[in-house]
């Protein structure tokens, strides 16, 4: 009896410290990066590995995107999440492809409808969202931000039902500084997202589109605080 009780903490322990220092698993709970990722699919996000533009990412919400939400998880059910037995499903972290980092310049749109990022085009066909062979708009939203230092600016490839980056660019934060809480700082980030694990008719892995290789160098360091232009006056410069 002992030798299995040592075998199940045994197995306990080195499945928290996977999840600590290696990867978590993570379940999409919306459809803000469908066709990517579909409602249900189980992810694992890589804590060791770097992050770049283009890159799915994990992070924890705490620039408050989402509403607070009752948390309706059973103790053990919280218990085999936090070792990793489990998935996590709080409502704590969200998942968004990153398009911009520190010092970049991230606008939509170009007289051809694309978003650009230091002035290059994305051709981002591979990921949007699309239905009946209708792929949604890059933004509905014109805009045009220079990501300030220590954070990123990211988008859901739903576009139409992802709150992402874009919806907050004009919030609060604490100290009444505008656009703050639209930029997520990079050490929320938990890691990139590597594969679909399941369901088993899913899994695959998520790489880095093509789109994103020579985007060119920002010009100058990242700014103290975010540059932001909203609306039609915004040039895609």
């Known amino acids: 009896m002992m030798e299995i009780v040592l075998i199940i903490v045994g197995a306990l322990v080195i499945s928290a410290i996977l999840r600590a220092f290696v990867g978590q698993m993570f379940v999409i709970p919306s459809r803000s990066m469908q066709n990517t990722l579909q409602v249900g699919d189980r992810v694992v996000a890589v804590k060791a590995a770097d992050f770049h533009r283009g890159d799915v990412v994990v992070f924890r919400d705490t620039e408050h995107w989402l509403p607070a939400a009752q948390d309706r998880r059973s103790v053990p059910g919280k218990v085999l999440e936090f070792v990793g037995l489990l998935p996590n499903t709080s409502s704590n972290y969200l998942i968004k492809r990153v398009i911009g980092m520190p010092g970049d310049t991230v606008a939509c749109c170009n ?127």
Do not use: W
């Not at 994305?122 to 509905?140: A, F």
């Not at 100290?175 to 930029?183: H, L, R, V």
């Open 111 to 237: 007289v051809k409808g694309q978003m650009t990022v230091n002035g290059k085009a994305l051709d981002e066909r591979s990921y949007l969202y699309s239905e009946n062979g209708q792929m949604v708009e890059p933004s509905t939203m014109k805009f045009r931000v220079t990501v300030p230092k220590d954070r990123m600016f990211v988008m859901g490839d739903h576009r139409n039902a992802s709150g992402d980056s874009r919806y907050h660019i004009q919030d609060l934060d604490p100290d009444g500084y505008t656009g703050a809480p639209g930029f997520v700082p990079l050490d929320n980030v938990v890691g990139p997202a590597k594969a679909i694990l399941m369901p088993l008719n899913r899994i695959d892995g998520l790489g880095t589109p093509d789109t994103f290789k020579g985007i060119p160098d920002r010009s100058g360091s990242a700014p103290d605080k975010a540059r932001i232009c909203v609306g039609d006056e915004c040039s895609p410069r």
